[in-house]
């Protein structure tokens, strides 16, 4: 099993940057396929970006790419997700999720593991 917490949420301008980190603990963070989905109210919850534990490659939502990059620090047992040039439509709670040695990077079945959220809100 692993744990997940999220931080790095908050209120920010559009066109402005956020980090937002997710930290793990429990089993060995470099065998899971790490990533980050989004719901804003109202909405259903959407995939955002995933990075598999094997190749490391990584996969976005079109909406942003170009603009959010994920990444880990495996000695840290920590995901970011860097997310630059916001938008208004951005505004959401974030989650983390983590699938032991996942093989399918955007499916919210897939991932047994969540953490808790956390908002980032994106003003206008």
């Known amino acids: 099993q692993v744990q997940l917490v999220e931080s790095g949420g908050g209120l920010v301008q559009a066109g402005g940057s956020l980090r937002l980190s997710c930290v793990a603990s429990?089993?060995?963070?470099?065998?899971?396929?790490v990533a980050w989905f989004r719901q804003a109210p109202g909405k259903e919850r959407e995939f955002v970006a995933a990075?598999?534990?094997?190749?490391?490659?990584?996969y976005y939502t079109d909406s942003v790419k170009g603009r959010f990059t994920i990444s880990r620090n495996n000695a840290k047992d920590t995901a970011y997700l860097q997310m630059n040039s916001l938008k208004p439509e951005d505004t959401a709670v974030y989650y983390c999720?983590?699938?032991?040695?996942?093989?399918?990077?955007?499916?919210?079945?897939?991932?047994?593991?969540w953490g808790q959220g956390t908002q980032v809100t994106v003003s206008s």
């Open positions: 999720a983590a699938d032991w040695l996942g093989n399918n990077a955007y499916s919210e079945q897939a991932y047994n593991y």
């Open positions: 429990g089993r060995t963070f470099s065998r899971y396929t």
């Open positions: 990075l598999k534990w094997s190749s490391s490659s990584t």
